[in-house]
């Protein structure tokens, strides 16, 4: 129990402390945002405060940190420590830079801004894995809650029935401007979210259950080394390329740069309370990782967080919880696929004010995600974590050829050369060692891995002296 408040403790000091220092080194200003000098009644849209918060919470806040969490809880109590110090150091500086950065260039997607400061090639790349990203993405959050939704209705409103109904719904929230649907249902779905967080916190607490202190072991009944794996498994809750598809998103809605921290920053640190959450949750219902590995690969995902709510909470509570668990991956299938529809909408220059030319874009993807439904989950959400992390490592590696060339300190792209240094050798042990990858052994992973990221990190060290040498 102290651990979980300590990390708790230490989330909070994290948003107050190092999210200040995230922000000056980016240095916001009084400059026109997108929602004000384009505001094209579509997707530039100014947004409050609040809501623009709420937004950016329920976009980035999918399955990720509730099935992500759960399953990294299978590693053990260790998991705390990536899902705190991952968030603070990582995902929020991750989700701060890549919000601003469009911010300061017209609300442009993670991958036009790798082309404008990583090279054409970059730009290119990044457009394809993208879109691959997000379609897996809103894929992932179709079967997921339809698979929970199906639990709680009469049979004939089977799992295909609801995978229909949550399409459907994503035909118009990809369609219709941001303001008209997203942003008025939002806020009820975000206080159902932070209900249902404090609902399960405060049935583990008030249930008795005993969550277990921090230790470096390595628990996860298959064997599975803490290195990558679990630093992969737990995205959304510590770090994800995704919300770097959803940032630029929020960064065309906001009025002024200097809400960024509140809003970018911020609701990455609240994801990660929803994560820490869960994962204290998993370990402390079920006693042991064994049991919570055998309640995930028996029940699946979504039957583990029944069991838990309805168990911890009763039927009223239990319900909530469970609503809660369907919203957060609707809310962010929904906005992928959206971000999936700009970043087309740019490699096309179709112009989205004409409701044909965003219809266009929209059915072809929504009908690819249809057919990719059919996939199976677990392959489906592996592929999607790794991918989910090398985009996050990209992003990282743009924001700091950003801070190189427009930040004001010396060695402010520290901040996130850094991350970026650590997610590159994430990635590419993953890649390497997992069985959808290469198979490999450690021997061999774990060092590719460790050159992999310092070479990249010699290379942004070179240019960046250089560039410093040129502006001398």
């Known amino acids: 129990m102290i651990s979980f408040v300590m990390s ?29 000098a384009i505001n094209d009644g579509v997707d530039c849209v100014p947004m409050k405060p609040w809501k623009a918060f709420l937004v950016q919470l329920l976009n980035i806040a999918g399955t990720g940190p509730i099935f992500g969490a759960l399953m990294g809880a299978c590693f ?23 919000g601003m950065v469009s911010c300061r260039n017209g609300g442009a997607s993670i991958a036009e801004l790798s082309g404008t400061y990583l090279g054409k090639a970059a730009k290119w790349i990044m457009r394809i894995f993208s879109i691959v990203l997000l379609v897996l993405t809103g894929t992932v959050f179709v079967n997921s809650p339809a698979a929970l939704i199906a639990r709680l209705t009469p049979g004939a409103l089977n799992e295909r029935f609801w995978i229909v109904v949550i399409l459907l719904y994503y035909v118009l929230a990809t369609m219709l401007p941001i303001d008209k649907l997203i942003g008025r249902l939002y806020p009820v779905f975000g206080v159902i979210l932070i209900v249902m967080a404090v609902s399960v916190m405060g049935g583990t607490i008030l249930g008795g259950y005993t969550i277990p202190e921090i230790t470096l072991e390595d628990l996860h009944p298959a064997g599975l080394p803490i290195w990558p794996f679990m630093f992969v498994t737990v995205a ?17 809605c906001i009025t002024s740069e200097k809400l960024g921290r509140n809003i970018f920053y911020g609701a990455m640190i609240s994801e990660s309370v929803i994560a820490l959450i869960w994962a204290a949750a998993g370990v402390a219902f079920y006693g042991a990782t064994d049991l919570l590995n055998e309640a995930i690969s028996s029940l ?8 838990i709510s309805q ?3 009763g039927t009223v509570g239990g319900a909530l919880a469970v609503v809660g668990v369907v919203v957060c991956p609707i809310t962010s299938g929904d906005t992928a696929f ?3 529809r700009l970043i087309l909408a740019e490699i096309t220059h179709l112009e989205q004010k004409k409701a044909v030319n965003r219809l266009v874009i929209t059915l072809p993807l929504l009908g690819i995600g249809a057919v990719l439904t059919q996939l199976d989950f677990n392959v489906l959400w592996r592929y999607f974590s790794w991918s989910n992390q090398t985009l996050a490592m990209i992003s990282l590696w743009v924001a700091t050829a950003y801070l190189e060339k427009e930040g004001r300190y010396r060695f402010g792209s520290l901040l996130t050369a850094l991350p970026a240094a650590f997610m590159s050798a994430v990635s590419l042990t993953y890649i390497l060692m997992a069985g959808e990858g290469f198979g490999l052994s450690a021997q061999i992973a774990w060092p590719a891995g460790v050159v992999f990221a310092a070479v990249l990190f ?15």
Not at 458 to 472: D, I, T
Request: with cysteine; proline share 4%.
């Open 300 to 307: 699946g995902q979504s039957g583990t967080v029944y069991e």
């Open 458 to 472: 010699c290379v942004y060290f070179v240019l960046g002296r250089r560039s410093r040498k040129g502006e001398a």
């Open 311 to 313: 168990t911890m909470l």
């Open 8 to 36: 708790l403790i230490v989330l909070v000091i994290g948003f107050a402390v190092y999210g200040r220092v995230t922000e000056k080194i980016f240095d916001p200003d009084d400059r026109e945002t997108p929602a004000v």
């Open 338 to 340: 959206r971000s999936a």
């Open 76 to 98: 053990g109590p260790v998991v705390f420590l990536w899902i705190v110090f991952g968030s603070i150091l990582g995902g929020a500086v991750h989700d701060y830079m890549s």
């Open 236 to 252: 959304c809750g510590a770090i994800s390329g995704f919300h770097s598809t959803q940032s630029p998103m929020i960064a065309k």
